[in-house]
């Protein structure tokens, strides 16, 4: 799978792999060692495999690099490994690459290729010797015991077999042609850091109603803004809780010393970000990784589904219905604890997410199936996204990574633009029977039920909208209070939706803000 137009030390194809994940080719590798006189002394120059390749390399008193070029067809695998030899004595790691893009035609993907690295325990699933990715985010990056590159984690740099991993995201018809450079640089090591973890829980309001935006990314992936900067995002936005959610690495999760506060709970997690699709993992133990070098047809989503769990977090599919390569959701649901519907300032695939989610509702009526409660997170990297746009609003016993993930759990939320807008939504029996948020209303068919939705901060000119199975049943002007009569056999869920002005006749006009159901029935 790998052409080799080399001119500084081709590395040539070894295996191309099929076990269980996504295919993965590996090339001949890279040997430090070998450019030793015997005694350890690096010499200029370069040798001549068997195979007749030439590999280059360069040695002074700052270290030893070498560099390899190779080319890569359209239809290459999805990760491409490099080995590379490290020997004893190395105290930082730099590598960087390049890699050529051609023009293509018009509609036609050009190049784009992502880069990370794996040490000494090896690449295999499951992620034992990941040691960072930072996508497509950066060409350069480093590692040292006691440093390294955002989305990269600090630690030994131990002798052994280490693996560059190229990840070809799009291959131009012309094919990609890469660059990569290694240096080594020798010397005592640093002293590994010990992490600082943001603490479970802030001091909060006891039961209440908490807005949280779970799906943020820094400058660990391919965001441009600081743990700090986002921090006083957050706060600016009326925010109670985060999660970082980087692409693929967990070195965000020490980032935030001195950021938390009793005002500010900060949750770690991960996006998983396959070629099959992105899933946030919400809420996970600090540093626990999360692979995400599979797709759907590999079969082994729920084992690291159960991994999400097992840490303590939560699993939800971000964005299904995203537009970009690899975005759309293709694992289904049955491991998922929520989905996120709306991403980000409102758009049509936000509108498909919310009617694919609604028409699976019904599932759950009468006892039937699982509910699958609604989220909304902003996926902000960069000026000018909005963190907390939308939000998730989660009503827990207290301000906890296990009471909020229980509310999210729970479907005891709703979704809105901003905190300026907030709403509740309840339905009642004649006996004084009531329901919230995701919860249940147990009444028998023929009894009459009202719903009570009240809204403040709805934007101007808004209209609210409430829907059941059968779809919208109740529109009128936004206002400070709206109730709405039906009974379980009317209506066998009933949500409610604020939305801006309409803009084309006959389209809802964008969210402001929106509910997870109520059921109404027995069951």
């Given at each position: 799978m790998?052409?080799?137009?080399?001119?500084?030390?081709?590395?040539?194809?070894?295996?191309?792999?099929?076990?269980?994940?996504?295919?993965?080719?590996?090339?001949?590798?890279?040997?430090?060692?070998?450019?030793?006189?015997?005694?350890?002394?690096?010499?200029?120059?370069?040798?001549?495999?068997?195979?007749?390749?030439?590999?280059?390399?360069?040695?002074?008193?700052?270290?030893?690099?070498?560099?390899?070029?190779?080319?890569?067809?359209t239809?290459?695998p999805?990760?491409?490994?490099?080995?590379?030899?490290?020997?004893?004595?190395?105290?930082?790691?730099?590598?960087?690459?390049?890699?050529?893009?051609?023009?293509?035609?018009?509609?036609?993907?050009?190049?784009?290729?992502?880069?990370?690295?794996?040490?000494?325990?090896?690449?295999?699933?499951?992620?034992?010797?990941?040691?960072?990715?930072?996508?497509?985010?950066?060409?350069?990056?480093?590692?040292?015991?006691?440093?390294?590159?955002?989305?990269?984690?600090?630690?030994?740099?131990?002798?052994?077999?280490?693996h560059?991993?190229?990840g070809?995201?799009?291959?131009?018809?012309?094919?990609?042609t890469?660059?990569?450079?290694?240096?080594?640089?020798?010397?005592?090591?640093?002293?590994?850091?010990?992490?600082?973890?943001?603490?479970?829980?802030?001091?909060?309001?006891?039961?209440?109603?908490?807005?949280?935006?779970?799906?943020?990314?820094?400058?660990?992936?391919?965001?441009?803004?600081?743990?700090?900067?986002?921090?006083?995002?957050?706060?600016?936005?009326?925010?109670?809780?985060?999660?970082?959610?980087?692409?693929?690495?967990?070195?965000?999760?020490?980032?935030?010393?001195?950021?938390?506060?009793d005002?500010?709970?900060?949750?770690?997690?991960?996006?998983?970000?396959?070629?099959?699709?992105?899933?946030?993992?919400?809420?996970?133990?600090?540093?626990?990784?999360?692979?995400?070098?599979?797709r759907?047809?590999?079969?082994?989503?729920?084992?690291?589904?159960?991994?999400?769990?097992?840490?303590?977090?939560?699993?939800?599919?971000?964005?299904?219905h995203?537009?970009?390569?690899?975005?759309?959701?293709?694992?289904?649901?049955?491991?998922?604890?929520a989905?996120?519907?709306?991403?980000?300032?409102?758009?049509?695939?936000?509108?498909?997410?919310?009617?694919?989610w609604?028409?699976?509702?019904?599932?759950?009526?009468?006892?039937?199936?699982?509910?699958?409660?609604a989220?909304?997170?902003?996926?902000?990297?960069?000026d000018?996204?909005?963190?907390?746009?939308?939000?998730?609003?989660?009503?827990?016993?207290?301000?906890?990574?296990?009471?909020?993930?229980?509310?999210?759990?729970?479907?005891?939320?709703?979704?809105?633009?901003?905190?300026?807008?907030?709403?509740?939504?309840?339905?009642?029996?004649?006996?004084?029977?009531?329901?919230?948020?995701?919860?249940?209303?147990?009444?028998?068919?023929s009894?009459?039920?009202?719903?009570?939705?009240?809204?403040?901060?709805?934007?101007?000119?808004?209209?609210?909208?409430?829907?059941?199975?059968?779809?919208?049943?109740?529109t009128?002007?936004?206002?400070?209070?709206?109730?709405?009569?039906?009974?379980?056999?009317?209506?066998?869920?009933?949500?409610?939706?604020?939305?801006?002005?309409?803009?084309?006749?006959?389209?809802?006009?964008?969210?402001?803000?929106?509910?997870?159901?109520?059921?109404?029935?027995?069951?």
């Open positions: 790998c052409d080799d137009d080399s001119t500084s030390g081709s590395p040539g194809r070894r295996a191309l792999l099929v076990t269980g994940a996504a295919a993965a080719l590996t090339l001949n590798g890279v040997d430090f060692a070998a450019a030793d006189d015997g005694g350890g002394t690096a010499r200029d120059g370069g040798r001549t495999g068997a195979n007749g390749r030439t590999e280059t390399h360069e040695a002074d008193e700052t270290g030893e690099t070498r560099k390899i070029t190779g080319r890569l067809p239809g290459a999805d990760y491409v490994y490099l080995p590379v030899e490290i020997p004893a004595g190395v105290r930082q790691l730099t590598v960087s690459y390049t890699y050529d893009r051609p023009a293509t035609p018009p509609s036609t993907a050009g190049n784009a290729c992502d880069i990370g690295i794996f040490d000494e325990r090896g690449t295999a699933l499951g992620g034992r010797g990941f040691r960072g990715w930072s996508g497509g985010a950066r060409t350069e990056f480093f590692l040292r015991a006691d440093d390294a590159t955002p989305g990269y984690l600090p630690g030994p740099l131990n002798p052994g077999t280490w560059i991993a190229l070809p995201y799009t291959v131009a018809p012309q094919g990609l890469y660059e990569v450079t290694i240096t080594l640089h020798f010397g005592a090591p640093g002293t590994p850091p010990v992490p600082s973890y943001p603490p479970q829980r802030a001091k909060g309001r006891g039961r209440s109603w908490y807005r949280g935006d779970n799906h943020l990314h820094s400058v660990h992936s391919d965001g441009k803004r600081t743990p700090a900067q986002i921090a006083a995002l957050a706060r600016a936005a009326g925010l109670d809780f985060i999660t970082t959610t980087e692409h693929n690495t967990t070195s965000s999760h020490p980032a935030w010393d001195g950021l938390w506060g005002d500010l709970l900060i949750l770690t997690g991960e996006e998983v970000t396959t070629r099959n699709g992105h899933v946030v993992a919400m809420g996970t133990d600090p540093g626990v990784f999360i692979d995400w070098r599979y759907a047809r590999d079969a082994v989503f729920g084992r690291f589904a159960r991994r999400v769990h097992r840490a303590g977090g939560l699993v939800i599919p971000a964005h299904p995203a537009p970009c390569i690899g975005c759309n959701w293709k694992f289904g649901y049955e491991e998922a604890d989905v996120e519907v709306w991403n980000g300032p409102f758009t049509l695939g936000d509108e498909v997410a919310i009617a694919e609604d028409n699976a509702l019904v599932a759950h009526t009468h006892g039937r199936g699982r509910f699958l409660p989220v909304g997170h902003s996926d902000a990297h960069r000018p996204d909005v963190v907390g746009l939308p939000q998730t609003v989660v009503l827990a016993d207290d301000l906890s990574r296990a009471s909020i993930l229980d509310g999210i759990r729970k479907g005891h939320t709703y979704l809105a633009e901003s905190a300026t807008l907030s709403l509740t939504f309840t339905a009642t029996g004649p006996k004084g029977e009531h329901a919230t948020l995701g919860d249940r209303l147990p009444v028998h068919d009894t009459p039920v009202t719903l009570h939705l009240a809204v403040t901060g709805a934007p101007p000119n808004s209209t609210i909208r409430l829907l059941t199975d059968q779809g919208q049943r109740f009128a002007p936004a206002s400070e209070t709206t109730t709405w009569h039906t009974t379980p056999a009317n209506a066998a869920y009933v949500r409610a939706e604020v939305r801006h002005p309409a803009t084309t006749a006959g389209v809802p006009g964008p969210m402001a803000a929106m509910t997870n159901p109520i059921f109404l029935g027995r069951g």
